[in-house]
Every structure is written in C-alpha cells, then in structure tokens.
C-alpha cells in the first residue's frame, strides 16, 4: 500500500547519500561473516570486495574473457578471519576459490562441462555445492581439489539456488527463487513457478501451501530477512516491495532504472542490497 509520511512509517529508508557501486552487471552479492566487507561478482568476469563502512572497494579478482555468475562467502565456522575464502563459478565450467587475506586464488578446478549458476560452502566450510546451468550439481572438496560426486536429478534444468541448512550433512537444493524461511526452517518460500504473481508458502511439516501473497508483477528476485519477518522482492518494473509477513502488509520503493533482479539482506538484517544491472542500491532497514 502506499505511504502517506503521517501515521505509517516505510519499512526503508534510504541513506542520506545513497550508495551506488558502478560496475559491470552484477549477478551476485555475499556479506562475510563479520557483515565488514560484501563481495560482487560481475559479466566481465570480476569479483570485487567492499567495505561496507566505506563503500570502498578494497580488492578486486580478475577473470578476463570470463563471465563471474555465481558467489559464495565461506561461513564463520571455517575458521580464523584471515582462512576466509569466496567462491566464485564462471561461464566455462570453472570454480575459482580466493583468498580474502591473502588476495590470492587458492584454486581452480572444472567441475561443470557447462556454466555455473549456483555456488554455496556446506556450513563447516569443508565442501563446495555447485551447479550449472544443465541442472548438474557437483559435491567438491576444496583441500583436495576433488569431485567426489555428481547430482544429476535436475537435468535438463538450470539450477539457480543452492542452499544448505545449519544442521551439518542435510543440503537441500531449490527450485527458482524459493527460500528457507529464517524464522521458520520448516517453512519454504517460493515465487515464480506456477501462472500466478503471488509469494507461496510451503509448510514441511504439513506438506502443504499454507500461505499465499498475492504480487502486482511476477517476481524476479527475492531474500528474506534473518531478522524481522521481512521479504524483499524485486521486480523487472523497476520495482521493489517489502512485505511484513507478520503484519500482512507490503511497501513499494521506486529508484532503480532498471529490473531488480537481485535482493539481498544482510546477516543483522540491518541493510537491504538491490541491484538493477550495474548499480547497486544499500537501504537502511
């Protein structure tokens, strides 16, 4: 519904100076752990580090006549702060692991004969899950450079998310944007997979919908916070909502020039990342 500045205040506000990272399109965003720096990786095959106190970019990785298309940051239980890696898959098949102290690549290996699309750490930051767009996902182990398993039950489809829960060995892959809801690990969120502009909701424990919300356009992206039962969908209109799951109610947000294709909280919930092709847009929670 719409804002009128007297009895409801926006989900939203943006800085002061709203910030705007100009790079190439950008097809991911990662927060480490400590939510200190974000990483991005972008179509020319880059992968750039920011402060986000700053919103200064402090170290880039080059790939060159590669595009970078999926990122993932190595989780807290990895280890010490200077074992921290990102994960980066590419248009050729090829995951690249770097190291953020050491401004190095560690390593790089070609588990995919076709694009990746979706990379993520396994919760002790041992093992890599990666897919591409053949609907193949590779299990790696990183300390040793090794496949050690091939997923084939996707094929024919791309895959676009992997996610894994906190309890160690139980991965669970997911169909186009759909999302564990934080407040409720037993609760799937979906969008984009039937004729319908709704957000569903998919109960585990009934095995049921639960839940449905309905959308003025169909979504293109989506994130949910790890805070407040706040969901961020982003729009090909140029568009962004805010739906407070609690409350039943939604905020629209204009300002990008493009479609939002990506949202993303970060882990205090206390900043909101969209991006719209090259820019990105921080809001305030």
Request: charged fraction near 15%.
């Amino acid at each position: 519904g719409g804002w009128d500045g007297k009895d409801l205040c926006p989900f939203l506000w943006p800085r002061a100076m709203r910030a705007q990272l100009w790079v190439p399109q950008v097809n991911e965003v990662v927060f480490s752990p400590s939510e200190s720096h974000c990483a991005t990786c972008g179509e020319d095959g880059s992968v750039r580090v920011w402060s986000l106190a700053s919103l200064e970019l402090v170290i880039q990785f080059q790939v060159l006549n590669q595009s970078c298309l999926c990122l993932a940051w190595s989780p807290p239980s990895c280890g010490r702060p200077e074992q921290q890696r990102l994960a980066a898959g590419y248009g050729d098949g090829t995951l690249r692991l770097f190291s953020v102290s050491r401004t190095a690549l560690e390593l790089k290996m070609r588990p995919h004969p076709s694009a990746l699309t979706a990379v993520a750490f396994s919760t002790d930051g041992q093992t890599v899950l990666s897919g591409d767009k053949d609907g193949l996902v590779a299990v790696s182990r990183p300390c040793t450079g090794m496949t050690f398993r091939v997923l084939s039950d996707h094929r024919g489809a791309p895959i676009s998310t992997i996610q894994v829960t906190r309890k160690e060995t139980q991965g669970h892959l997911l169909p186009a944007l759909a999302a564990f809801c934080p407040w409720d690990r037993l609760l799937l969120v979906h969008v984009g997979l039937g004729v319908h502009k709704e957000v569903i909701v998919y109960s585990l424990r009934q095995k049921q919908v639960v839940e449905r919300i309905s959308l003025p356009f169909f979504a293109i992206s989506l994130s949910l916070s790890p805070g407040a039962h706040l969901m961020a969908i982003g729009f090909a209109e140029c568009m962004l909502r805010l739906v407070d799951c609690a409350l039943g109610t939604a905020q629209d947000f204009a300002g990008h020039g493009d479609a939002v294709h990506l949202c993303r909280f970060t882990p205090s919930a206390r900043l909101l990342f969209t991006v719209a092709h090259n820019e990105i847009l921080v809001w305030e929670v």
